[in-house]
């Protein structure tokens, strides 16, 4: 996933709203950005981080630039959760994760469950229909150890329980997580900060739901996935 134009620096003066955040960038110039994550974003907030931005030229925006990336323990943090999406579809494209290879068919944003939306469905005549939920990871407490979530979110063990759902009607269900920083190796499920998220996990892989992580390579340029790891209990 490369990044349309080229990313602007500042440092972060705070964030607020969940979606906004006062930043003044490394010309000087005060600016206010929106900010495209609605989780706590913990550990990657901290008053003078550096961060990198784009800038939109739509004349209907209000705040043309938008947060993408953080600095944080001295490496680069992707924040933005409309991209998690495309660098997944871009790791099955590129044949990263094999079981999810070859399908004829791959659909984007498709109503299933119980007013719900998968983010990727893989479908072949010859194999079982395979529903993909994707879900970004920047939250890392730990040398090593990238953790999700870092906040409750009772949609997220409602896609899991959605996900069992479809194994038991004959398809496959996949929870596929987009670690959107170089400097993890592993993956664990934050039973600490949503223990209803984390036994929603638990039941979900009793019922037959596959679990992948990738680890993606950050640059100013852009996000790609570069190679999968382990999720530990």
């Given at each position: 996933?490369?990044?349309?134009?080229?990313?602007?620096?500042g440092r972060l003066v705070q964030?607020?709203?969940?979606f906004?955040?006062?930043i003044i960038l490394?010309?000087g110039?005060?600016?206010t950005?929106s900010?495209?994550?609605t989780?706590?974003?913990?550990?990657?907030?901290d008053?003078?981080?550096r961060v990198?931005?784009?800038i939109s030229?739509?004349?209907k925006?209000?705040?043309?630039?938008?947060?993408?990336?953080v600095e944080?323990?001295?490496?680069?943090?992707?924040?933005?959760?409309?991209?998690?999406?495309?660098i997944?579809?871009?790791?099955?494209?590129?044949g990263?994760?094999?079981?999810?290879?070859?399908?004829?068919?791959f659909?984007r944003e498709?109503?299933?469950?119980?007013?719900?939306r998968?983010?990727?469905?893989?479908?072949d005549?010859?194999?079982?229909?395979?529903y993909?939920e994707?879900?970004n990871v920047?939250?890392?407490?730990?040398a090593?150890?990238a953790?999700?979530?870092?906040?409750?979110?009772a949609?997220?063990?409602?896609?899991l329980?959605?996900?069992?759902?479809m194994?038991?009607?004959?398809?496959?269900?996949?929870m596929l997580y987009?670690?959107?920083?170089?400097?993890?190796?592993?993956?664990?499920?934050?039973g600490?900060l949503?223990?209803?998220?984390?036994?929603?996990?638990?039941?979900a892989m009793r019922?037959?739901?596959?679990?992948?992580?990738?680890?993606?390579h950050?640059?100013?340029t852009?996000?790609?996935?570069?190679?999968t790891?382990p999720?530990i209990?």
């Amino acid at each position: 996933m490369i990044f349309a134009s080229p990313l602007v620096t500042g440092r972060l003066v705070q964030r607020y709203k969940r979606f906004l955040a006062d930043i003044i960038l490394d010309d000087g110039n005060p600016i206010t950005s929106s900010v495209p994550n609605t989780g706590s974003m913990l550990g990657l907030t901290d008053p003078g981080i550096r961060v990198w931005l784009s800038i939109s030229d739509g004349l209907k925006r209000k705040y043309p630039h938008t947060l993408q990336l953080v600095e944080a323990q001295g490496i680069m943090v992707g924040i933005n959760t409309g991209l998690p999406n495309r660098i997944a579809e871009e790791a099955i494209l590129s044949g990263l994760l094999p079981s999810l290879s070859g399908y004829a068919e791959f659909k984007r944003e498709q109503k299933y469950g119980t007013n719900s939306r998968i983010d990727i469905l893989l479908r072949d005549p010859n194999r079982p229909d395979a529903y993909v939920e994707v879900k970004n990871v920047h939250f890392s407490r730990s040398a090593g150890l990238a953790e999700f979530p870092d906040s409750p979110t009772a949609r997220g063990a409602k896609h899991l329980d959605e996900l069992g759902n479809m194994v038991e009607n004959g398809h496959r269900g996949i929870m596929l997580y987009v670690i959107q920083r170089g400097d993890c190796e592993r993956l664990k499920i934050c039973g600490d900060l949503d223990p209803v998220y984390a036994a929603a996990f638990e039941r979900a892989m009793r019922r037959g739901v596959e679990a992948y992580a990738v680890k993606c390579h950050i640059t100013p340029t852009g996000i790609a996935a570069i190679s999968t790891m382990p999720i530990i209990d």
